[in-house]
C-alpha cells in the first residue's frame, strides 16, 4: 500500500510493516474485481479502500466514509493520493 504513512498509530504501524488482517485482504481480494463499485463505511485511514482501489481500477469506484475527524483528515490524504494514480478512488467523505 502507497498510502501516507503516520506512524503515531498503532494501526498505521501494522499497515506499515504488512501484518495487518492478511487474511481479510486475501479474501476481498477473491470477492472484488475491475469495474466493480466498493462502499467502504468506517473507513479509518482508508486501509481497505486503498486495497479496493487498486481492485476495481480505472473503470471501477471505491466511496469510503469515516465519522472519527482525525481519522476521516487521513482517509481525505490517502484517497488523494490514490485518485491522483487513477485508482478508481469514488471519494472520501466524513460522515456526521
Do not use: W
Not at 470477492?31 to 466498493?38: E, K, N, P, W, Y
Not at 485511514?45 to 486503498?50: H, L, R, T
Not at 487498486?54 to 481519522?71: H, Q
Amino acid at each position: 500500500m502507497h498510502a501516507k504513512r503516520f506512524p503515531d498509530d498503532d494501526v498505521q504501524r501494522r499497515i506499515f510493516f504488512g501484518i495487518f488482517e492478511q487474511k481479510e485482504i486475501a479474501l476481498v481480494k477473491g470477492l472484488v474485481g475491475r469495474g466493480d463499485v466498493c462502499l467502504d463505511v468506517g473507513a479509518n485511514v482508508g486501509f481497505y479502500a486503498c486495497h479496493l482501489g487498486r481492485l476495481v481500477g480505472s473503470t471501477g469506484k471505491v466511496f469510503a466514509f469515516e465519522p472519527e475527524p482525525r481519522n476521516a483528515v487521513r482517509l481525505e490524504t490517502n484517497s488523494e493520493a490514490f485518485r491522483s494514480r487513477g485508482q478508481g478512488f469514488g471519494g472520501a467523505r466524513r460522515s456526521i
